[in-house]
C-alpha cells in the first residue's frame, strides 16, 4: 500500500523502485536536525538489535559473531559487582555477569516490543477509527463508548493484571500494552475520517457503486496513512516505556533480559548505591530509544501538520 | 440541548463507564492464576476449615452470583478483606489511596503549572533559542520513564548530594496512623515528598508544554490577538490574560488523561521511593495474590480516572462559552 | 491640518530569497477628519501600509526607511512602551475584517471595552468605563444590555458594531479600518459603512478604509489612494478617481467593479497577478499586467507625476489619458493583450507568485 503523503484526491500506485521510494520518504528528514538525529539512533539500535547475539547457519557450517561479547545470561564471566575495567566495559552485576552483553542483547527485546505492540495498536486503532467515522449511527456509538471506557483503564495497573494473570511473557506483555494502546489511534483517525468523508472523492466513489470496503481502505485510508504513521511512532514510544516500566516492576519475562528488567536486577540485588555502571547504561539506553522515536514523530508530525512548519 | 441535558447526559454516560470497568475487573480477577485459597492452606488449616473459609468469602458460588454480590459489596462501599493483612481491605485502602493523592496531586500541580507557563513562553517566543531549547529538554523529559527521572535524581540528590531522604514518607515512620495534619503537616513530611512530586512533575511536564505551545501558536494567529496588541495592551497582559487563556481550554481534556497516567505512575514512583501508597500496596497485593486488596486499589484507581473524564467535560463547557453541548 | 504625514516609507519582510518590498517608497498625508481610502488587491501592500502607521508588524517585517509623522510625533522612533500609551488605540484604533475574531472569544464585548478603557486612562473607575460601554451601543445601535454578552453570541452585522464601539471608545483621531465590511452580506455592509460615516463625524476622527472594493471607497472616502506592487501609483480625491484616472492599473480596477449607476455595465477583471515583491528592480510594477505597456515601462520605474489638486500619478502614459481611458473601457484591451515584455529584455523579470498578507 502506498504511504505518500496526503493528497485529498484518490491516488494510483506508482511503479518506482524501492529504493527511489524510500529516498522520497527520507526528504521530510532534511534540514531538521532533530529528526536527522532521532534516525541515526534509531538505525543504530536497529543494527546493534539484529547482530546483538551470534547467528549459527548450520548448513554453512558458519556462525555471524554477536555484538554482545559475553552470553548474557553466563554467570561469573567476571567478579561480583566489578566497575568497569578493559575487560567488562560497563562492569558486571552481583552474579558476575558482563553488563555489557546484558545491553546488547536487551535491544532486542525493545525492538521486538516497540515495533510489534505498536503496530498491532496503530491496527486496532486505525481499524476501529475508520469504521466507527465512516458507518457512524449506533456503530460509531458503541465503537466510541469502548474507546471511553478504555480510557478508564489505568494503564500500568491494568497491564500489570493482565501479565499476572497470563504470565510474564513478552507475547503477553504486548498483549497487555495493545489492549489499552490502540484508545488514542482510534479518536485521532475518526477524527480525521470524518473530515474526509464529507470530501467530494468519497461522494463520487460512492456515487459510482464502490463497496464500503473499497471506499474505506482504498479511498480513505491512504489519505489517513500519514497520520497513522505519526500515531505509530508514538506507539513504539509508549509501549517501549510501558515494558520497561512492567519490567522494572518486576513483571518483565525472566527469558528475555530487557533494559527495564536490568534496573529491576539492581534494585532486587540492593547494589543501586554502589552500582552506578549497572543502572545508568539500560536507563540511558531507553531514554535514547524513546527520544529517537519522539524526534521522528516530530519530524512526521510537520509533514502531517503543516502548519507546524515554520519551526 | 441545554446544559441541563447535557449533563443529565454526561452522568448516564459515567454510570455506564463505571459498570462496564466493574465488569472488566471482575472478568480480571476471576481469570487469575494461583489458587486463592492456597494461603490457608499454608496457615495449617483443615480442609474442612478451608472449605468453610471458601464458603465464606462466597468463592463457591456460581460466578454471577459472585458477580452481583460484589457489585453489591462495592456499592456499600465495602471492598471484602485482604487474603494477607487479614483486615478489611478499606481500612489498608484509605490511607495508602490519600498518601497518593497527595503525592500524584502535587505531581501534577507541579508539572501543569510549569508547563503551562513554559509553553505559553516558548509559544510566544516561536523560532527563539529558548523555544527550541526548551522543546529538546522536554522531549527528553518526556523520553524519560518515571523510573528512570526517579533513579536519577536519588543518584543526584540523595546517593551524591544526600540532601534528601531516600524513601519513605517520615524519618519516624508511622505513615500510615494520626489524622491527615498530623501525616502531612511536617517539613519532614515535604522533605520527603520533594523527590518523588518531582519525578512525577518532570514525568508529566512533557503534555502540557507541548501542547500548550501549539495551541499558543494557534492562538496567537488569531485576529484578536493583533487588535490587543493595537489596543496598546502590555505584552504580559496579552501573553497570558488573552493568549494563554485561550489557550489552557484544551489542556482541560488532556488533565483528565494525565490524571490516567499518574495514577499509572504512581505505581512506579511509589515504588522506586518506598512511598506507602496504593500503588506500591497494589504491585503487592497482585504479586501475593491478594485479589481484594488488588482489586480495591485497581478500582479506586480506574474511578478517579473517570470522574477526572467527566470532570474535564463540565469544566470544559464552563471555562469555553462557545462551546455547544453536542 | 495634517495629521498623518508618512514619508518615503518603506517597511520589507525578510524572505529566504531576500527582501520582499511590501510598502516601498509611500508617502501620504492625511488631514485630522478626513477619510482616505487605499484600494488594491490582496498582497499589494495595503494592509503592510497601515500596520506601519502603528508599527504592529509581524516579527519579519521592518521598516526600513522613512518617516512616520503623527500629529507631532515621529512614530518610527517611539519606543515600545511610549507607543502603546501614547498612540496605541487612544490615537490609532483599529477596526478589522472579521469583528467577530476581533474579539477575545473568552471574555465579554463589555469586559474587553473596558478593559481598553481603563488601561489608558487611570482614574476611571470601572463602573464609569461600563457606563461608556453601554453608552456606546446605545449609539452604534445595539441594546446595551449586551455588553454582558460574549462575541460568539453577536451576529455578523453586530459584532462589526460592537467592533466599532471598541475602536471608538477612547475617541482615537485615526482609525484604521481594514476591509470593515467584506464579511457582511450588502445590505448590512451599507449600514454599517453609514455608522462608521456617522460615528467619525461626530468625533471628528480621521479614517484610513482599505478594501479592493472600489464601490466601499467610492461612498465612503475623500481621497483615496490605490496600491499596487507595494507604492501607491495613483491618488486623488473620490471624484477624480472614479471620473477621471489616469492610472491604468485605477481603470481597470473601476472596470472590475460594478458601478452602481449604470446597470449594463460589463464588469471587466484585470488579467495576470500581483508582482512578487522581492527585489523587483527597475521598471513599472503593473507593466507585465498592462495592456499599455511600452518599451519604457520596462525599463524604468516612473516618477510620480502631479496632474493637481492633489492628484498624482506614477505611470509613463498617463499623458495620453484620453486614449487609455477610452481603450480601457473595451473587454478586448484587456483580454487580447499580449502579456510579457518585448523579446529583447526578458532576462531578469521575477515569476509571478501571490503575495498573501
Known amino acids: 500500500m502506498s504511504t505518500e503523503r496526503t493528497s485529498p484526491t484518490d491516488r494510483t500506485e506508482t511503479d518506482g523502485g524501492t529504493l527511489e521510494f524510500i529516498r522520497s520518504k527520507l526528504e521530510i528528514f532534511e534540514g531538521d536536525r532533530l529528526g536527522q538525529i532521532g534516525l541515526g539512533i534509531l538505525c543504530s539500535f536497529i543494527l546493534i538489535g539484529i547482530f546483538a547475539r551470534p547467528y549459527t547457519i548450520d548448513f554453512l557450517n558458519l556462525t555471524i559473531p554477536g555484538l554482545a561479547p559475553h552470553d548474557p545470561a553466563e554467570r561469573a564471566v567476571g567478579g561480583r559487582l566489578e566497575s568497569p575495567s578493559g575487560a567488562h566495559p560497563l562492569g558486571t552485576t552481583h552474579m558476575g555477569r558482563d553488563v555489557l552483553s546484558q545491553l546488547i542483547a536487551g535491544t532486542r527485546v525493545t525492538l521486538i516490543v516497540g515495533s510489534l505492540a505498536a503496530f498491532m495498536a496503530v491496527f486496532i486503532g486505525t481499524n476501529v477509527g475508520l469504521i466507527s467515522a465512516y458507518f457512524g ?63 467530494p472523492y468519497v461522494e463520487s466513489a460512492q456515487a459510482i457503486g464502490a463497496s464500503h470496503t473499497r471506499i474505506m481502505y482504498r479511498h480513505i485510508l491512504p489519505n489517513v496513512l500519514p497520520l497513522t504513521f505519526l500515531y505509530a511512532a508514538f506507539a513504539v514510544a509508549w509501549a517501549v516505556i510501558a515494558e520497561a516500566s512492567l519490567s522494572f516492576l518486576g513483571f518483565g519475562d525472566p527469558n528475555m533480559l530487557s533494559w527495564g528488567e536490568m534496573i529491576y536486577n539492581v534494585y532486587t540485588a540492593n547494589a543501586i548505591r554502589e552500582a552506578w555502571w549497572w543502572v545508568f547504561p539500560p536507563g540511558i539506553c531507553i531514554m535514547l530509544f524513546v527520544m529517537s522515536v519522539f524526534f521522528i514523530g516530530r519530524t512526521l508530525e510537520k509533514e502531517v501538520n503543516p502548519e507546524l512548519q515554520h519551526q | 440541548m441545554g446544559l441541563r441535558a447535557y449533563v443529565v447526559r454526561r452522568v448516564l454516560q459515567l454510570i455506564v463507564t463505571f459498570w462496564a470497568f466493574f465488569t472488566i475487573l471482575f472478568v480480571l480477577f476471576r481469570m487469575m492464576p494461583g489458587d486463592p485459597t492456597s494461603m490457608f492452606i499454608m496457615d495449617g488449616m483443615t480442609p474442612e476449615q478451608r472449605e468453610q473459609r471458601i464458603a465464606e468469602l462466597g468463592l463457591n458460588e456460581p460466578l454471577h452470583v459472585q458477580y452481583v454480590e460484589y457489585a453489591r459489596q462495592l456499592l456499600r462501599g465495602d471492598f471484602g478483606q485482604s487474603f494477607i493483612y487479614r483486615d478489611p481491605v478499606i481500612d489498608i485502602i484509605a490511607v495508602r489511596f490519600m498518601n497518593t493523592i497527595v503525592l500524584m496531586g502535587t505531581a501534577l500541580l507541579f508539572a501543569y503549572l510549569i508547563g503551562i507557563t513554559f509553553g505559553a513562553i516558548m509559544g510566544w517566543w516561536r523560532d527563539s533559542r529558548f523555544e527550541r531549547g526548551g522543546i529538546i529538554v522536554t522531549l527528553v523529559a518526556r523520553s524519560s520513564p518515571e523510573f528512570w527521572v526517579g533513579i536519577v535524581l536519588l543518584s543526584v540528590f540523595v546517593f551524591w548530594l544526600g540532601w534528601f531522604p531516600s524513601s519513605g514518607m517520615r524519618t519516624t515512620g508511622g505513615e500510615l496512623g494520626g489524622n491527615f495534619a498530623a501525616r502531612y503537616g511536617s517539613v519532614d513530611f515535604l522533605r520527603h515528598l520533594f523527590l518523588p512530586a518531582l519525578t512525577g512533575a518532570i514525568a508529566y511536564l512533557a503534555t502540557p508544554t507541548l501542547l500548550m505551545r501549539s495551541t499558543m501558536l494557534d492562538v496567537l494567529n488569531a485576529d484578536f490577538i493583533e487588535i490587543k496588541k493595537a489596543e496598546g495592551l502590555p505584552e504580559r497582559t496579552v501573553l497570558f ?86 | 491640518m495634517t495629521l498623518l504625514d508618512i514619508n518615503g516609507l518603506k517597511t520589507y519582510y525578510r524572505a529566504d530569497n531576500g527582501w520582499v518590498r511590501a510598502t516601498d517608497d509611500v508617502s501620504l498625508s492625511i488631514d485630522r477628519g478626513e477619510t482616505v481610502g487605499l484600494v488594491g488587491e490582496s498582497g499589494s501592500g495595503k494592509t503592510t501600509l497601515a500596520k506601519s502607521i502603528i508599527r504592529l508588524l509581524s516579527d519579519n517585517a521592518e521598516i526600513v526607511d522613512g518617516s512616520i509623522n503623527f500629529d507631532g510625533t515621529e512614530v518610527t522612533e517611539l519606543s515600545d512602551k511610549e507607543l502603546r500609551k501614547q498612540i496605541r488605540w487612544s490615537e490609532i484604533s483599529m477596526i478589522p475584517q472579521n469583528a467577530m475574531n476581533g474579539f477575545d472569544p473568552v471574555y465579554t464585548v463589555g469586559q474587553q471595552i473596558v478593559q481598553v478603557i481603563r488601561h489608558h486612562e487611570d482614574g476611571t473607575s470601572k463602573k464609569e468605563a461600563r457606563e461608556r460601554a453601554r453608552s456606546l451601543f446605545d449609539e452604534l445601535g445595539i441594546e446595551p444590555d449586551r455588553v454582558d454578552d460574549y462575541p460568539h453570541q453577536f451576529s455578523g452585522g453586530m459584532a462589526q458594531r460592537a467592533m466599532i464601539a471598541l475602536a471608538l471608545a477612547l475617541s482615537p483621531s485615526l482609525v484604521l479600518a481594514d476591509e470593515p465590511t ?74 472590475a467593479f460594478p458601478d452602481i449607476n449604470d446597470d449594463d455595465q460589463e464588469l471587466i477583471s484585470i488579467p495576470g497577478t500581483p508582482p512578487e515583491l522581492v527585489d523587483p528592480g527597475e521598471g513599472c510594477r503593473f507593466a507585465p499586467r498592462c495592456p499599455f505597456a511600452e518599451q519604457e515601462c520596462w525599463e524604468e520605474t516612473p516618477e510620480a507625476e502631479s496632474y493637481g489638486d492633489g492628484h498624482a500619478v506614477e505611470c509613463h502614459r498617463a499623458d495620453e489619458i484620453d486614449h487609455l481611458q477610452e481603450e480601457a473601457g473595451k473587454k478586448e484591451t484587456w483580454t487580447e493583450q499580449d502579456l510579457g515584455r518585448p523579446e529583447d529584455s526578458q532576462s531578469d523579470q521575477p515569476e509571478e507568485v501571490m503575495l498573501d498578507d
Request: contains cysteine; hydrophobic residues 50%.
Open chain 2, 241 to 326: 490574560k488573552h493568549a494563554a487563556r485561550n489557550s489552557v481550554l484544551p489542556l482541560v481534556t488532556v488533565m483528565a488523561i494525565a490524571t490516567g497516567s499518574a495514577m499509572g505512575g504512581s505505581v512506579v514512583i511509589e515504588t522506586v521511593f518506598n512511598w506507602p501508597g496504593m500503588g506500591r500496596e497494589m504491585v503487592n497485593a497482585v504479586n501475593n495474590n491478594d485479589y481484594p486488596l488488588a482489586m480495591a486499589a485497581f478500582f479506586l484507581m480506574g474511578s478517579v480516572v473517570i470522574i477526572m473524564n467527566f470532570v474535564a467535560d463540565l469544566a470544559y463547557v464552563y471555562l469555553d462559552p462557545r462551546v455547544e453541548y453536542e
Open chain 1, 137 to 199: 449511527g449506533w456503530v460509531d456509538d458503541v465503537l466510541m463508548r469502548i474507546t471511553d471506557i478504555v480510557y478508564g483503564v489505568p494503564f500500568l495497573p491494568f497491564a500489570i493484571v493482565l501479565v499476572a494473570i497470563l504470565g510474564s511473557s513478552i507475547v503477553n506483555i504486548i498483549v497487555a500494552i495493545v489492549l489499552i494502546l490502540w484508545r488514542s489511534t482510534a479518536r485521532v483517525i475518526r477524527a480525521q475520517v470524518l473530515s474526509h468523508k464529507q470530501r
Open chain 3, 182 to 255: 467584506t464579511a457582511l452580506d450588502v445590505v448590512i455592509q451599507d449600514r454599517i459603512l453609514d455608522t462608521i460615516k456617522e460615528m467619525q463625524e461626530e468625533l471628528n476622527s480621521a479614517m484610513i478604509m482599505i478594501t479592493h472594493d472600489m464601490s466601499v471607497v467610492s461612498e465612503t472616502c475623500d481621497r483615496i489612494a490605490v496600491v499596487y506592487g507595494g507604492r501607491i501609483v495613483e491618488i486623488a480625491d473620490t471624484e477624480t478617481i472614479i471620473t477621471n484616472p489616469r492610472h491604468p492599473y485605477t481603470l481597470g480596477l473601476r472596470n
